[in-house]
């Protein structure tokens, strides 16, 4: 099985859904985690994102280009958009 990084922190789940929905009809394989922070009341999801997403290296720079078009069709003017993974 090939390794996986973190390639990019998603804002919440509807971002998650669009992505997963990409990756599937390119068939890039990948994996999204989401952080469960109930106990905190959603401190971690202000501080760290919704989640992450993962992905063999030799995916990350179509991931990135991926994740840029649907951060360019889905904010509006003044929104700030998720931060890639470094």
Request: proline residues 5%; aromatic residues 8%; without cysteine.
């Amino acid at each position: 099985m090939e390794d996986f990084e973190k390639i990019i922190v998603l804002d919440n789940e509807f971002e998650a859904e669009l992505m997963e929905e990409v990756l599937i009809d390119k068939k890039i394989p990948y994996g999204i985690i989401a952080r469960e922070d109930s106990a905190l009341g959603g401190i971690v999801d202000m501080e760290e994102g919704w989640g992450y997403l993962e992905a063999p290296p030799r995916f990350k720079d179509e991931i990135l280009k991926i994740y840029q078009e649907i951060q360019e069709s889905s904010t509006e003017p003044g929104d700030e958009g998720s931060e890639v993974a470094k």
